[in-house]
């Protein structure tokens, strides 16, 4: 059984419409995180969540918002969806309890943006 | 410049051959390397994880990393057909927060 999924798998939106990405974990972990993936450009980070009330921007965040709804409910969405936002994207969960700290990712959403 | 640059390939062996992807780095901070496995349509999965320089293994992957010329490779022996994946390396400067930095991939097909 997955330990983090992600929904929809699959989604093909026009520009201009919002859409909203979830992702949801059973690990238990406190951080979660959103990557989305381009070919070329490798993963970058959207934004992240330390816990419920900690969200904090990535690298790349503009066009993106996040609500973290808790501690295993983690949406990503787009305002307005642009054809450069279609990419692939993941959510991933951490913990540190161990020292060494894992990130755990989901399966992946394809979204295409005409 | 790219923080951490990775070869895309793909990169084709026959089954059994010894498997060395590689990756560089320019930002001396990083401390912790990964290596994280990517199968098709799916998310990319923890392989081996490192702190600092040396070398790692675990059964037929082996990490090394090598701080004074900003080079990691992982090795693999004895490739599998199942061991075609895009391979992943990730870097981090510390352990409390792991923002992770991650190269583009490299495309390993192992031909049966």
């Known amino acids: 059984d997955a330990d983090v999924t992600q929904t929809p798998r699959n989604r093909i939106t026009k520009t201009g419409k919002r859409i909203m990405l979830e992702c949801s974990q059973t690990k238990g972990h406190d951080r979660m995180y959103w990557y989305r993936q381009d070919p070329g450009l490798g993963l970058q980070l959207i934004y992240y969540s330390f816990d419920v009330k900690d969200i904090n921007k990535g690298e790349i965040s503009d066009g993106y918002s996040v609500s973290r709804q808790a501690q295993a409910k983690f949406s990503l969405s787009l305002e307005s969806a642009i054809p450069n936002q279609t990419a692939l994207y993941f959510c991933a969960t951490s913990d540190r309890a161990r020292g060494q700290e894992t990130q755990y990712f989901g399966p992946g959403t394809r979204l295409l943006v005409l | ?112």
Do not use: H
């Open chain 2, 1 to 112: 410049q790219k923080e951490v640059e990775q070869d895309p390939g793909p990169l084709s062996v026959p089954e059994g051959a010894i498997v060395s992807l590689n990756c560089t780095y320019s930002n001396s901070a990083f401390q912790y390397f990964m290596w994280y496995r990517q199968y098709s349509r799916k998310g990319p999965e923890l392989l081996m994880y490192t702190y600092s320089s040396g070398n790692k293994e675990d059964g037929r992957f082996t990490a090394q990393v090598d701080k004074s010329s900003k080079y990691i490779s992982l090795f693999i022996r004895d490739s599998q057909p199942s061991d075609s994946a895009t391979y992943l390396c990730a870097m981090s400067e510390n352990t409390g927060f792991q923002k992770l930095v991650f190269g583009t991939g490299t495309r390993l097909l192992v031909s049966p």
